[in-house]
């Protein structure tokens, strides 16, 4: 069953994700959305496990030693570091999340991508289509990978620096919601075969509505079970973003 495009006009970041909730939800998509949802299950009770054992090691391994007679400030930095180990575990999870669900991910906002030009309402899943799909994709993410590790590594450098750490949290932060939008909008653009540099500096041009997308999607997926299904939902309206803003007058 056909349907006619979408309105190309341009959405702020969270009716993007918004409509891609909607669109992950409907009929013809919902089948696409099954395998990344599992993946994201099993990395998540995986990432709660692993969490629950090890934060208090964690949190205290980044606290800066202080002299007894500022011992007082240990409270008010106590809830600073346990906010930057989160956003690190977070993050940490997030990106592998992504890695492993790549092929699925590629796929389904090549679908997406499909009906939200009125091309095709409900999209076949083919097997042979996703495996064609997994080398490039894969790829590709080794690429957003090349480009993360040097960055985030800095910043857990800065993380373990006294006094310069407490701007770690912040940087973490800003970093995280810049990813989103870079991890998000490159499957729509990959699979529009844009290199990655161009990739790049086409969201750069649209900065603010790339970080209002990136942000967005961030909030959400902090929100425990309700991220296995905003990462999918993240895709869809990454793809409607791709979609609008380049065709958008």
Do not use: C
Not at 80 to 105: E, G, Q
Not at 141 to 168: C, G, M, Q
Request: charged share 15%.
């Amino acid at each position: 069953m056909k349907q006619g495009p979408v309105s190309l006009a341009a959405h702020s970041g969270p009716q993007y994700l918004r409509e891609g909730i909607r669109l992950v939800l409907s009929p013809g998509l919902r089948l696409f959305v099954i395998l990344p949802i599992g993946i994201n299950l099993l990395l998540f009770v995986g990432l709660i496990w692993l969490a629950i054992s090890q934060f208090s090691s964690w949190v205290a391994a980044i606290m800066p030693s202080l002299p007894d007679w500022l011992g007082f400030l240990e409270y008010l930095l106590w809830p600073l570091f346990v906010l930057l180990v989160l956003l690190i575990v977070f993050f940490s999870f997030t990106m592998l999340a992504n890695i492993i669900a790549a092929p699925f991910n590629g796929f389904l906002a090549e679908k997406v991508e499909r009906v939200v030009r009125g091309e095709d309402n409900a999209p076949p899943f083919d097997w042979a289509e996703l495996l064609a799909m997994l080398p490039r994709t894969l790829g590709r993410e080794l690429r957003k990978l090349a480009y993360f590790a040097p960055r985030a590594l800095a910043l857990l450098v800065l993380s373990f620096i006294p006094v310069l750490n407490i701007l770690a949290a912040p940087l973490w932060l800003l970093f995280g919601v810049w990813m989103m939008a870079v991890q998000y909008i490159d499957y729509p653009a990959d699979n529009n075969k844009m290199s990655w540099q161009d990739m790049l500096v086409w969201l750069r041009q649209r900065r603010w509505q790339s970080l209002s997308f990136g942000a967005v999607t961030y909030a959400a997926l902090l929100v425990p079970l309700v991220n296995l299904l905003i990462m999918p939902a993240a895709v869809a309206g990454a793809t409607l973003f791709w979609v609008r803003e380049r065709e958008s007058p």
